[in-house]
């Protein structure tokens, strides 16, 4: 049995929430930890942004003569070890369902390998069970945080 240890980030500017896999001290790339404090006052304010909001901040609190910053790097896709394992589920039972059609049809008429073309439409589908494939993945990658 394998355990993992689920975090939840909260933004403290506008509440948007982040679930993830991890150890304590892991923490999404894309998220910052901020820390402001008032002595005079005995102030402190610590907690965390998420990216939009990170950027926000940041732009507020650049000095005006300076450079703009540059753009952000493209974000990447990160897949989860459950999430290879879902892929390769599906693209096996895909791989599957079209030789199973395919031996099928075989079976229906036996006298079928006799003829010289029979073999021609057995990759037929193959397009549209690759297409149905993809947008099966595509789907669960959009459900992913950065889909």
């Known amino acids: 049995m394998t355990v993992a240890r689920t975090i939840r980030l909260t933004c403290d500017r506008c509440g948007v929430e982040v679930t993830h896999e991890g150890s304590e001290a892991h923490r999404?790339?894309?998220?910052?930890r901020f820390a402001l404090s008032n002595t005079a006052r005995g102030q402190q304010l610590?907690?965390?942004?998420?990216?939009?909001?990170?950027?926000?901040?940041?732009?507020?609190?650049r000095h005006p003569a300076a450079p703009p910053p540059p753009p952000p790097a493209p974000m990447r896709l990160g897949l989860t070890l459950e999430d290879r394992r879902i892929a390769l589920e599906d693209a096996g039972a895909t791989i599957r369902l079209a030789?199973?059609?395919?031996?099928?049809?075989?079976r229906e008429t036996p006298t079928k390998m006799l003829d010289p073309d029979a073999?021609?439409?057995?990759?037929?589908?193959?397009?549209?069970h690759a297409e149905a494939l993809i947008d099966r993945m595509r789907a669960r990658f959009k459900e992913l945080p950065h889909g």
């Open 119 to 128: 073999f021609a439409n057995v990759l037929a589908g193959a397009g549209e």
């Open 28 to 32: 999404p790339r894309d998220w910052e």
């Open 99 to 106: 030789i199973t059609q395919a031996v099928a049809e075989f």
């Open 46 to 61: 610590d907690g965390d942004l998420c990216p939009l909001c990170a950027v926000h901040i940041a732009d507020a609190l």
